[in-house]
């Protein structure tokens, strides 16, 4: 039984956690909840003894009995893993690219127990099992590389478990993930902890994964818990007015834009597109593979219309995004942007200038070394700079809602939602006709993604925009598009008014996501 | 962080500022023999002694300082600026062939040992420091062009290169405007390294007789020449490798700390 009583740290003078206490019983999942900030993962990394330098704790983490914040460095790195096992974030990043998974599942049994290699790799198999990766198709010499993000986060679980903790803190585990894997992953977690009994501390800001998966929920807010409960209880009546927000927020449906698509020759017209990869040779001489990333789509998209294009990783709709955007070339088919063809380092600026773009991570779309001013500014270099840019660019960011002295400042000084308003405001400054949203409110917090789904659903309205909204997540589509594509191994396999295919699915890839997509308590789909 | 770019700033301005100084004066003409003044050891007159000719060994050094520092300076400037653009475009043309012509033709040069080759051009165009500083140039483009291939690859898979292109910007422009900026720092740290190599390859030619020709003073001469007298008067070899030493280490800290000076993302942090 693990525990954390009265704990506060500070790093520098500044406090971060704020009499912070959780009880993490065996067997049960422990759902933590907040923005981010809030105090959610440095709460985790107390309890793993990983406070970054200058942090001073006060307080008690208690693993039977004993303090585990009094214990000195070694101390704490012989029960990390035997005794607390972590699953982070980025499955991409988590495992040693250069080590097998089974050297990497193995390693912690070794260092632990000096087990003998043959023995620890003989334990690593069943872990591996365990985690729903069978030796027939995922033997312990594969690299990382060779297995998908869902598998990689299988083999991080496995390695987390490998040594039967007693307590196991999953910070994020399915964030990077889309939804059916996600469900496979909460699926896998539940079953764990039902199975050996280990206690699960799950930090997430998606309240539907909390709420369709823990058995106790603490809401923290400014390094505090505000209110802790049951699950079911908080959901169906939350005490403290931040977890009203946050549930309000997450239940949040934009206003739907009053402006239906325009009639009219369509802006984007996808005729037959396809693309394919070479696939590495299996043997040498062996005949070069393909994969068909784009696979003959079509579709067309009305000025003005919402539509959202949804899929598992992998089904090739970044690609498809790519291509759309003219960074990829076409191989078969064409792509008609306002009736004029896309031809990928080809084309007139003015025809680009119909298209622009909002990625999906708010860290990685800008220049760290650009100002505000300069990066919202880049797409005026399709038209010609006009003579009131800066005006322009004042006006661009006021209509996201960041005031005009955001201009002078560095893309680091501002947070994720404040980056993907910045994003938005760039994509606008040219007055493109279609808007690709790339994901673009996936690594947003609750509230924060409510704010920029409104700002988007306005936009749209007083503009007459036309958004292709690209996305695993289900409920952001439903909210804001009134059409979806649903895509499936490089083909469009559901094409309909987004009611319909969400309520309704008809094809098997859509029902998949449909049957994934988490709820929160209370809420029918 | 600070700190080192102030004493790595130091150490190069008194290598510099000796360097312009000794244009203009230097305490003894450092070609004047004095045999009857022959290897004295620091002191009030010749304050850090006379070689084995009796030349006074600051205004050497002083001297010597401009040879050895433009030479390095020239060498770097060749290699950087014919490395830097093949790195460039070969990472804007990732894959295809003009990025596989300009890594093998790297990979060419990489195969000759540096110091040979060196050799080898200048006994063949003979020793001069002009030809010393070209010889170590023409090695030090494959580095600089392995270098910014390697650190601006990563950057054309990022958004805001994919935002740049979707703004209708070109290889060319990007390259310029978001990698050059983006990479400039791991470059200059590169170029700091490869300066100091240029001082000790200078000093190295030098030493062999094919860089700077008697009676040019240089670093590497001067260390040449103490070699059979390192016991008779060790201070005539001594001075000038804690010379080069403090001047290498004060171009690698200069650059690191130019590096985190100029990130306005380190900047904040440390506000």
Redesign the interface.
Known sequence: MIGVERLSVAIGGRPVLDDVSLALPPGRITGLVGESGSGKSMTALAIMGLLPDGARATGRVDLDGRDLLALDDRRMSDLRGRRIGMIFQEPMTALNPLMTIGDQVAEVLIRHHGMARDAAATVARLRLDRVGLPGARFPLGLFPHELSGGQRQRVAIAMAIADAPDVLIADEPTTALDVTTQAQIMDLLRGLVADEGMALLLITHDLAVVGSTADRVAVMQGGRIVEEGATADLFRAPGHPHTRALLAAARHRPARAQAPALPGPPILRVERATRSYALPRRAPFAPTGHLRAVDDVSFSMQPGESVGLVGESGCGKSTLTRMI???DPVQGGRILLDGQPVVAGR?P?AL??R???V???PF??????WTVERLVA??F??TGRPRDWQDQVAAALAEVGLPADAMRR?I??FSGGQRQRIAIA?ALIIRPRLIVLDEAVSALDVQVRAQVLDLLSRLRESHGIAWLFISHDLSVVRSITDRVLVMDRGRIVEDGPTRRVLDAPESAAARRLVAAMPRMPGETS | MKAGLIAGGALAAVALGAAALSLAWTPFDPTAMSVAARLQPPGAVHWLGTDHLGRDILSMLMAGARTSLGVAVLAVAIGAGAGVPLGLAAAAMRGRWLDDAIMRGNDLIFAFPSLVIAILITAALGPSAANAMVAIGIFNIPVFARVTRAAALPLWT???V????????RAPRISA??IL??IAGTLIVQATIQFSLGILAEAGLSYVGLGAQPPTPSWGRMLAEAQTMVTLAPHVAIVPGIVIVLTVLGLNLLGDGLRDAL???LK?RAA
């Open positions: 955007l003219g960074l084309m600026g680009r200038a298209v622009q773009v990625f999906q991570d990685g779309s800008f220049d760290p070394r880049e797409p270099h399709l560095h680091h000084q760039r | 990022l958004d805001y994919r935002a740049a292109q979707v703004a209708g910007k405007e978001h900026p983006n990130d306005p993302r904040a």
